[in-house]
Structure formats: structure tokens, C-alpha cells
């Protein structure tokens, strides 16, 4: 309380907080909308950070199947977090730590282990005033963190998962409610995203779900100063105007989110808009008055992606294709690579348990369709995962690639695979396998760690940043590294490749060109031979960026584009009209000549 009451204190340069509640439905875009208002008011020169609630009780997004949640995002401290915050490190271009993730559990535990403590000096403990307060001191200690080049944030995104109106969210609701008033109203702000449908049988804009969705916001306490419309086409005026009389807000406070053709163009929408100079009024914030180029990587980058021609299809061989958010970094990751090599990316999702030869029997179209898929892709990703189901499926993919000399990246489970794969058919292990697989077999080429406690499930594996030190001068990935000496690279694994079986590989053709510091662990695999085989241990999609594509991506697209070579020769430099600038001041590709930018090689 000291911290809220001393913040409440100082004058118009203190945080400013801008809450981004939901209604309607979940899953409407909040967490791209909030990452796309923190990008245009970091193009303003502001600092932003940005925190993630989550009303669940789970302490974090650890132990969710990517079927409940999406992807579980890894940070650099090894926080598993909700997929939000992949967004606004990719949008933000800033590094994000496990607390800003907050969830009901989270803070539940807090106040648990106060009460146990004594803290609360025998008063009842409850939700108001305890676990209130509890979120707000957390809100506030958090925000002051610098997610960029240790400078303070000026701006604090927050965005509130699930809907208005949850039972679970009440306590965060009402703990916003009493803290626009402690921080002041000049420093606190709500954007509420709505969506507008249009019925089909009619074709109209409706504007019932949001009146409604406002309604229940405010008689909670907040009153939204924008609303966000998430709507199929553009807001007609005379639905902006029903909005605004009814909703009880200025015409200029409804914004238009409508369906676009590419998530870049989303904070060009806002800025469009006139989201800035309202909140720079609202907000009473310090922003450069800047002409209208101040988004130039950003409109560059959407109107590429509208305009490229060329394809490069990936098969992206995996367990949980049905969602494709459960490949969330993955697919932005090769998103980023193609747009820098302008091609326009096909995903081609198979399930790996179709590759089988069991479904050949029980499901003998949809064995044929997912082999199909998988032999007219250009080139084949094998992402990480857990659990034995279609991993054979991901041998034979895996297998499939080698041979035939397909761009192949494998990643975490992925690159384990490909050695399984490697000492089955060119060692002649017949039985080779992971012991999280096969426990019992002769060859256990994957072992699970020293460190790894089974007993229990979350928060016990290798995660987070850790360096890999290259051992091999010749290696592709290094090069496409900008010859880096090591990398650091997040990790999310309970299992490694043995050790002790390394030279066995290795006269083979099978090289671990990339291992950690102790030189224990092997990080990297390479393969002689072959156009682009590659295995990393480590998840390199969580640090890929729209303008620094991750590296082991980018080789794979380059690949499979058959522009590999003519880039390694270059000197991993792409020719002036593949590029773009992120500090052109023109919004032509062409304007200047400019090394693609890496993910740092330095401790951050």
C-alpha cells in the first residue's frame, strides 16, 4: 500500500496504465490489439512494458496441453507463459519476465504464503481488501521493470484475459476499479475490445452485444475511454454513432478493428484512427510530434506481405495440427524468414500419426493425403512436443527428408527424433529410441537429464536462456549466425541426446557442431551432405522477430527456396531488393541496402 500511495503522489511524467478488457467472447484479438497500441506508442518514443493476466488458477501456462491453451511461450528467465506474451516481445521487440504473467494462482499463493507467514496480523484475509491489493502491488512493482536496454517504462499495456462478466475476473475488476482512483485518472485509461457480428441472413452490423458488454463494464466500475469494434468489414457511421450514444462515448473514443489482411496492418488501423493523439490528451503523455512515417517498417512490412508472388511451402509435421495457435511461435517464425525472402508462406499442417503404417490400414485416405502433403512441401519442420503418440510418424518424415534431401529443421523433440532416426537406419540400432519413449531399449540414444525430478510436472525441466558455444567453423548455422562464436537461445526440454554416444555419429556424418558451455550437452546437429539438415535443442522461434528472423528458420526457408548457397556466398547478406530496412525512412524496400539483422549473440 506504501508503494500505491507514494505512486499517487508524483505528478503528469509517473506511470501511465492502460487496461484492455473483452467482452462478448474470448479469443476476439485482444492480445494483438494491446501489443498493437504498445507498438505505436513505442514508435512515439516512449519506453512500454506490458503484463498478461490470466484469470485461471494455474500458477502458470506450464502444464496446459496446447489444445486448452495454444502454445506454452518460454521467456529468457524460463517463465512458461501464456501465448499473449510472445506477442508483445514480437510487436514490442522488448524481453518480458515470468511476472509479467500474472494469474489468479499466482497471486492466490501470495497472499497464501502472507497469511501462513503471520503477515496479515490475525485479520480475516479476503478477496477485498487482501487479494485486491495483492494484484495492485504486484501491477505496480512489475511495470516498473525495464524490458528494454534497462530503461524505465514509461507505459504499462495491461491486458485482462477472458471476458467481462467471468466469475473468475471479478477480483481483478474490482481491483482496477479502486486502482484508477489510487494512481489517478490521468494516468489510467481502458480500451474495451467489443465485437460487432453481421449476421449473414441480414448483412447488418449489430450492436446489441456491445451495448451489453459496456453495460456490464461499467456497472463493475470501469468506463471504457475507447472501444474497440472487432468486426468483418469497416464500421458503418451510422454504427459508430449508435455506439457512441449508446455506449456513452465520443464518436472519435469507437475504433474500427476490422478483419485485415496481415496482423501488421493492425497498429497502422489504430494510428489511422487517431489512437495516439487521444491517448497523448487522455493521458496527458510526453509524445514527439512525428509525421506520418512513423510506422514505416511497419506499413513496408504489411505491404510486402500483400504483394509477394512467389511461394515456399513447409511441412510442418506435428502432434497438434488441428490448432494451429498451438504452433503459434513456430508459425510467425517461418512467417518472419519468408517475408524476409519475399516469399509468401503454405503451411502444410500434418498430423504425424497419419504418416504411420498402422493408419494405412485403418485410415488408408488419410495416410495417402498426409504422404502427399508431405512429399510435394518444399521443405519439412519437425517441432518440439511431448508424449509418444505419432512419433514414429515423425521418424518416418524425418526419415523421408534425409533421404530424399529435403531442407529439414528439427526442433527440441524434433532434433532427438532425427538422431533416433539417424542411429536406427545408418548405425543400425534397430531399437534406437528415447527412454521417455521406450525405457527399456539397448540404445538409448535421448536420456532424460540428471536435474529433471519426475514426481513432479511443472517447472521441472531445462528452461529459459542458456548459451551454446559452436565447435565447428565450418557449420551452416553458425554462418547464418553471422559467425558467431555461441548463441543464447531459449530452452523447454527434459530429455538429451547421450553423450557418451557422440563419435558413433559423428563418423557417420552426423555432427554436433553446437553444445553447452560445459560442452556436456549437444545443442546443434548437422549433417553432411544434405542441403539443409538441422537439429537445435533449444526453441529458437521465441526470439524471432518481424525485422531479425530466427536463423535456423531462415536457413530452412532460404532451402527451400534454393537460395541458400547464393546467401552463405554473399556473406549472409541478402541483395538489396530482398530486404528491407528497419531504419529506412522510406517506405520502399529498395531505398537502401541493409544486413539482415540477427537475433544479438551477446548476453542481453
Given at each position: 500500500r506504501s508503494c500505491l500511495l507514494k505512486l499517487s503522489t508524483q505528478g503528469s511524467n509517473m506511470m501511465k496504465y492502460i487496461l484492455v478488457t473483452g467482452g462478448v467472447i474470448s479469443g476476439i484479438g485482444k492480445g494483438i490489439i494491446a501489443s498493437s497500441v504498445g507498438t505505436i506508442l513505442k514508435s512515439c518514443g516512449l519506453h512500454v512494458t506490458a503484463i498478461k493476466i490470466d484469470p485461471y488458477i494455474n500458477i502458470d501456462a506450464g502444464t496446459f496441453s496446447p489444445y486448452e491453451h495454444g502454445e506454452v511461450f518460454v521467456l529468457d528467465d524460463g517463465g512458461e507463459v501464456d501465448l499473449d506474451l510472445g506477442n508483445y516481445e514480437r510487436f514490442l521487440d522488448i524481453r518480458l519476465t515470468k511476472d509479467n504473467n500474472l494469474t489468479t494462482g499466482k497471486i492466490y499463493q501470495s497472499v497464501i504464503n502472507k497469511e501462513r507467514r503471520g503477515d496479515y496480523l490475525g485479520k480475516t484475509v479476503q478477496v477485498v481488501p487482501h487479494i485486491t491489493d495483492a494484484i495492485q502491488e504486484w501491477v505496480v512493482k512489475q511495470a516498473a521493470v525495464p524490458v528494454d536496454d534497462d530503461a524505465e517504462p514509461q507505459v504499462c499495456v495491461i491486458e485482462l484475459g477472458g471476458t467481462v462478466g467471468d466469475i473468475e475476473s471479478m477480483p481483478f475488476i474490482e481491483a482496477f476499479r479502486q486502482f484508477q482512483f489510487k494512481v489517478k485518472r490521468e494516468n489510467f485509461c481502458n480500451i474495451h475490445v467489443s465485437l460487432v457480428p453481421q449476421p449473414s441472413a441480414t448483412g447488418e452490423q449489430k450492436t446489441k452485444p456491445t451495448q451489453n458488454s459496456v453495460r456490464e463494464l461499467r456497472g463493475l466500475g470501469l468506463s471504457p475511454d475507447l472501444i474497440m469494434c472487432r468486426c468483418s468489414t469497416a464500421l458503418d457511421n451510422s454504427v459508430k454513432e449508435k455506439i457512441s450514444m449508446f455506449c456513452h462515448v465520443e464518436p472519435e473514443q469507437v475504433i474500427c478493428v476490422q478483419d485485415v489482411s496481415s496482423i501488421y496492418r493492425v497498429p497502422l488501423l489504430l494510428e489511422d484512427q487517431g489512437v495516439v493523439s487521444y491517448l497523448s490528451r487522455r493521458l496527458n503523455m510526453p509524445i514527439e510530434s512525428r509525421p506520418r512515417k512513423m510506422l514505416t517498417k511497419w506499413k513496408e512490412m504489411s505491404d510486402r506481405s500483400d504483394r509477394l508472388?512467389?511461394?515456399?511451402?513447409?511441412?510442418?509435421?506435428?502432434?497438434?495440427?488441428?490448432?494451429?495457435?498451438?504452433?503459434?511461435?513456430?508459425?510467425?517464425?517461418?512467417?518472419?524468414?519468408?517475408?524476409?525472402?519475399?516469399?509468401?508462406?503454405?503451411?502444410?499442417?500434418?498430423?504425424?500419426?497419419?504418416?504411420?503404417?498402422?493408419?494405412?490400414?485403418?485410415?488408408?485416405?488419410?495416410?495417402?493425403?498426409?504422404?502427399?502433403?508431405?512429399?510435394?512441401?518444399?521443405?519439412?519442420?519437425?517441432?518440439?512436443?511431448?508424449?509418444?503418440?505419432?512419433?514414429?510418424?515423425?521418424?518416418?518424415?524425418?526419415?523421408?527428408?534425409?533421404?530424399?534431401?529435403?531442407?529439414?529443421?528439427?526442433?527440441?523433440?524434433?532434433?532427438?527424433?532425427?538422431?533416433?532416426?539417424?542411429?536406427?537406419?545408418?548405425?543400425?540400432?534397430?531399437?534406437?529410441?528415447?527412454?521417455?519413449?521406450?525405457?527399456?531399449?539397448?540404445?538409448?540414444?535421448?536420456?532424460?537429464?540428471?536435474?529433471?525430478?519426475?514426481?513432479?510436472?511443472?517447472?521441472?525441466?531445462?528452461?529459459?536462456?542458456?548459451?551454446?558455444?559452436?565447435?565447428?567453423?565450418?557449420?551452416?548455422?553458425?554462418?547464418?549466425?553471422?559467425?558467431?562464436?555461441?548463441?543464447?537461445?531459449?530452452?523447454?526440454?527434459?530429455?538429451?541426446?547421450?553423450?557418451?554416444?557422440?563419435?558413433?555419429?559423428?563418423?557417420?556424418?552426423?555432427?554436433?557442431?553446437?553444445?553447452?558451455?560445459?560442452?556436456?550437452?549437444?545443442?546443434v546437429i548437422e549433417l553432411d551432405d544434405h542441403p539443409y539438415f538441422i537439429g537445435v535443442q533449444y526453441h529458437p522461434e521465441f526470439t524471432s522477430r518481424p525485422i531479425k528472423p530466427s536463423p535456423p528458420y531462415l536457413g530452412l526457408l532460404l532451402a527451400a527456396a534454393g537460395k541458400l548457397q547464393s546467401y552463405l556466398q554473399k556473406g549472409c547478406r541478402l541483395s538489396p531488393r530482398d530486404t528491407y530496412s528497419d531504419r529506412s525512412g522510406s517506405s520502399t524496400p529498395d531505398s537502401e541496402i541493409s544486413e539482415l539483422k540477427l537475433p544479438s549473440t551477446s548476453s542481453e
Open positions: 508472388l512467389e511461394h515456399c511451402s513447409i511441412a510442418l509435421v506435428g502432434k497438434y495440427t488441428k490448432f494451429s495457435d498451438s504452433y503459434a511461435s513456430v508459425i510467425k517464425a517461418l512467417e518472419h524468414s519468408a517475408l524476409a525472402i519475399s516469399h509468401k508462406l503454405e503451411v502444410k499442417y500434418i498430423d504425424s500419426a497419419y504418416l504411420e503404417p498402422s493408419t494405412l490400414h485403418e485410415e488408408p485416405v488419410k495416410y495417402h493425403e498426409a504422404w502427399q502433403k508431405l512429399c510435394s512441401a518444399d521443405g519439412i519442420l519437425v517441432p518440439g512436443g511431448f508424449g509418444v503418440r505419432g512419433t514414429e510418424g515423425k521418424i518416418h518424415a524425418i526419415n523421408w527428408a534425409r533421404k530424399q534431401k529435403k531442407p529439414f529443421l528439427g526442433v527440441c523433440l524434433g532434433m532427438q527424433l532425427a538422431v533416433c532416426e539417424f542411429a536406427r537406419n545408418m548405425l543400425g540400432w534397430k531399437d534406437a529410441n528415447s527412454t521417455e519413449f521406450d525405457p527399456e531399449t539397448k540404445h538409448p540414444v535421448v536420456i532424460d537429464m540428471p536435474e529433471h525430478n519426475p514426481g513432479q510436472m511443472g517447472g521441472t525441466m531445462r528452461l529459459g536462456k542458456r548459451r551454446t558455444i559452436f565447435n565447428n567453423d565450418t557449420s551452416v548455422l553458425r554462418k547464418l549466425y553471422g559467425d558467431a562464436e555461441y548463441v543464447d537461445e531459449r530452452h523447454r526440454h527434459r530429455f538429451e541426446v547421450n553423450p557418451e554416444l557422440k563419435s558413433h555419429f559423428e563418423k557417420k556424418g552426423l555432427h554436433f557442431v553446437g553444445q553447452d558451455v560445459e560442452g556436456e550437452r549437444m545443442e
